[in-house]
């Protein structure tokens, strides 16, 4: 999963910012998912997709993940599976003043989602929440790793990806590497000339997101070497997906024309993200599926390969990687509260969408395809007889779900 990167950033999504070849190249022989929709935050995301359930549910606060829940760590896990999870964490509620400060210092909380091990950065809270790229704060299986300058947090937790992958190629594991690129700050990586200066390696810059998204790819590049390395690539399932959309203030250049990110609002820029697919051994051609899909739908897709029930709100993807491209769910339904504190809740929202109308719990109905940016919805009066079912059927959907709880 990578960390704030919409649909647009990639090249096979028509992007020209930005070079993604080993992307590109698994969504080519793969699933590209070209109508995947997150929440427009981290934890929002992170939450769901781990435990398949919508926020309502389960979410509590942004950077919190209860101790109650299951993950899919616990899920493959209970069925045999080596686990590890690697890069970010910042599950332990560090940001949030009302999260007690024993969950805030309990490095065992990986354990009991259900990995066996881990190599994480921001798990813990420590007097700075430490850096992610150059002289990264890292905390391995219970230690923080030493600090050095010339050490880049992504490698180091790739590099443990990469081991992880080389101990357990005869057995069943599952490998969770929620990613540290590409969020902010955006400074010099590894491949950027400055790099070579050690006083410009915490430079920011927004030319640096170029060189963060290439190098994101290349990470990503590494770990399918190493599947074909250990000969195991063929019957390897990956899964890409952003966890929102890019951040608010870059611009991205694309075939399309500028698409300008939109994290932490829910309009199409901020939930729209790339998605893809690979398992050589199953997904025998290339699918373009554009049917809207749901980050719970990771949940119900491991479930249906470990032939177990399925007890989350996702739907299974499988039969997609047959080459049956019948549509998942017609409706992605998005309940975002981001709750950053106790009644401190911006950018609340609630909506229904298909592949091109969204309708928010307000009642404000948009055309996605003629208003990308929603600053126009659609007037009952003008709607044709096809808008009004449409409309009919999200707003059946929208309101099977509560209404944000009102603040004090």
Same mark, same amino acid.
Request: hydrophobic share 35%; glycine share 6%; charged share 25%.
């Given at each position: 999963?990578?960390?704030?990167?919409?649909?647009?950033? #990639?090249?096979?999504?028509?992007?020209?910012?930005?070079?993604?070849?080993? +992307?590109?190249?698994?969504?080519?022989?793969?699933?590209?998912?070209?109508?995947?929709?997150?929440?427009?935050?981290?934890?929002?995301?992170?939450?769901?997709?781990?435990?398949?359930?919508?926020?309502? &549910?389960?979410?509590?606060?942004?950077?919190?993940?209860?101790?109650?829940? &299951?993950?899919?760590?616990?899920?493959?896990?209970?069925?045999?599976?080596?686990?590890?999870?690697?890069?970010?964490?910042?599950?332990?509620?560090?940001?949030?003043?009302?999260?007690?400060?024993?969950?805030?210092?309990?490095?065992?909380?990986?354990?009991?989602?259900?990995?066996?091990?881990?190599?994480?950065?921001?798990?813990?809270?420590?007097?700075? /929440?430490?850096?992610?790229?150059?002289?990264?704060?890292?905390?391995?299986?219970? &230690?923080?790793?030493?600090?050095?300058?010339?050490?880049?947090?992504?490698?180091?937790?790739?590099?443990?990806?990469?081991? /992880?992958?080389?101990?357990?190629?005869?057995?069943?594991?599952? +490998?969770?590497?929620?990613?540290?690129?590409?969020?902010?700050? /955006?400074?010099?990586?590894?491949?950027? %000339?400055?790099?070579?200066?050690?006083?410009?390696?915490?430079?920011?810059?927004?030319?640096?997101?170029?060189?963060?998204?290439?190098?994101?790819?290349?990470?990503?590049?590494?770990?399918?070497? %190493?599947?074909?390395?250990?000969?195991?690539?063929?019957?390897?399932?990956?899964?890409?997906?952003?966890?929102?959309?890019?951040?608010?203030?870059?611009?991205?250049?694309?075939?399309?024309?500028?698409?300008?990110?939109?994290?932490?609002?829910?309009?199409?820029?901020?939930?729209?993200?790339?998605?893809?697919?690979?398992?050589?051994?199953?997904?025998?051609?290339?699918?373009?599926?554009?049917?809207?899909?749901?980050?719970?739908?990771?949940?119900?897709?491991?479930?249906?390969?470990?032939?177990?029930?399925?007890?989350?709100?996702?739907?299974?993807?499988?039969?997609?990687?047959?080459?049956?491209?019948?549509?998942?769910?017609?409706?992605?339904?998005?309940?975002?509260?981001?709750?950053?504190?106790?009644?401190?809740?911006?950018?609340?929202?609630?909506?229904?969408?298909?592949?091109?109308?969204? #309708?928010?719990?307000?009642?404000? /109905?948009?055309?996605?395809?003629?208003?990308?940016?929603?600053?126009?919805?659609?007037?009952?009066?003008?709607?044709?007889?096809?808008?009004?079912?449409?409309?009919?059927? #999200?707003?059946?959907?929208?309101?099977?779900?509560?209404? +944000?709880?009102?603040?004090?």
């Amino acid at each position: 999963m990578a960390d704030d990167i919409g649909y647009e950033g #990639l090249g096979i999504n028509g992007s020209l910012s930005y070079n993604t070849p080993n +992307l590109d190249a698994l969504a080519s022989n793969g699933v590209n998912f070209t109508n995947a929709i997150a929440n427009p935050l981290c934890t929002p995301s992170r939450v769901k997709i781990m435990t398949g359930k919508y926020n309502y &549910k389960n979410y509590d606060y942004f950077t919190h993940l209860n101790a109650s829940e &299951k993950t899919f760590g616990n899920l493959f896990q209970e069925n045999g599976y080596q686990t590890a999870i690697v890069g970010k964490w910042q599950l332990n509620g560090l940001k949030i003043k009302e999260i007690d400060q024993k969950i805030k210092d309990d490095n065992t909380r990986p354990y009991k989602f259900g990995f066996d091990e881990y190599c994480l950065w921001q798990l813990t809270k420590t007097k700075d /929440f430490g850096e992610r790229f150059a002289n990264p704060l890292i905390e391995q299986n219970g &230690k923080f790793l030493d600090r050095n300058k010339d050490l880049y947090g992504p490698d180091i937790v790739s590099d443990y990806a990469l081991d /992880f992958i080389q101990r357990n190629k005869e057995k069943p594991f599952f +490998l969770y590497y929620p990613m540290l690129l590409v969020h902010d700050p /955006f400074v010099p990586t590894p491949d950027s %000339e400055e790099w070579n200066n050690p006083d410009l390696r915490y430079k920011k810059n927004n030319i640096f997101f170029k060189d963060m998204v290439e190098y994101m790819d290349k990470i990503v590049g590494k770990i399918v070497q %190493e599947l074909k390395a250990q000969g195991i690539e063929d019957n390897t399932l990956i899964m890409f997906v952003g966890d929102n959309g890019t951040n608010r203030n870059l611009v991205t250049k694309t075939i399309f024309g500028d698409v300008k990110g939109a994290k932490g609002n829910t309009i199409t820029h901020g939930v729209h993200v790339p998605m893809i697919a690979s398992w050589p051994s199953k997904i025998k051609i290339p699918i373009i599926y554009d049917g809207v899909v749901d980050l719970t739908d990771f949940y119900a897709t491991f479930s249906d390969i470990l032939n177990v029930s399925n007890d989350s709100d996702g739907k299974s993807l499988t039969h997609i990687f047959n080459g049956n491209k019948k549509n998942v769910r017609e409706i992605v339904t998005i309940y975002y509260d981001p709750k950053w504190s106790i009644n401190v809740s911006k950018y609340r929202n609630i909506f229904s969408q298909d592949k091109r109308y969204k #309708l928010y719990k307000n009642g404000e /109905f948009f055309d996605m395809k003629n208003d990308i940016l929603e600053e126009n919805p659609l007037k009952e009066k003008d709607l044709d007889v096809n808008e009004k079912i449409i409309k009919e059927k #999200l707003s059946k959907e929208v309101s099977q779900f509560p209404s +944000l709880p009102i603040l004090n």
